[in-house]
Nanobody
Framework: QLQLVESGGGLVQPGGSLRLSCAAS????????VGWFRQAPGKEREGVSCRRHDRSTYYADSVKGRFTISRDNAQNTVYLQMNDLKPEDTAVYYC????????????????WGQGTQVTVSS
């Protein structure tokens, strides 16, 4: 059973950077599509970035040019580098992994981490 544990969240000022990590255990991520979602208070969970098995990537328009998803197969870890953070990026960030071709919030077979809080505030 694949397990995902996020880390790296915290409080950062606008314009700052954070790198989120998602460490996997129980199975290799090699054949999984991996991604990041976020959920702000009172809002639905939204996709942030997704990296498919063929290395193609997807980014939400709101984070394009600022966020970068990457994976280290040797460490069995997925990362989300977040630069030029804005107050509207404040949310709980969740890591996900699925054998499907694309990341979907409603994927019944996806694995999810417990989330890590990111707060962008001065």
């Amino acid at each position: 059973q694949l397990q995902l544990v996020e880390s790296g969240g915290g409080l950062v000022q606008p314009g700052g950077s954070l790198r989120l990590s998602c460490a996997a255990s129980g199975s290799s991520l090699d054949f999984y599509t991996v991604g990041w979602f976020r959920q702000a208070p009172g809002k639905e969970r939204e996709g942030v970035s997704c990296r498919r098995h063929d290395r193609s990537t997807y980014y939400a328009d709101s984070v394009k040019g600022r966020f970068t998803i990457s994976r280290d197969n040797a460490q069995n870890t997925v990362y989300l580098q977040m630069n030029d953070l804005k107050p509207e990026d404040t949310a709980v960030y969740y890591c996900t992994a699925t054998l499907a071709a694309m990341c979907r919030a409603g994927d019944p077979d996806a694995f999810w981490g417990q989330g890590t809080q990111v707060t962008v505030s001065s």
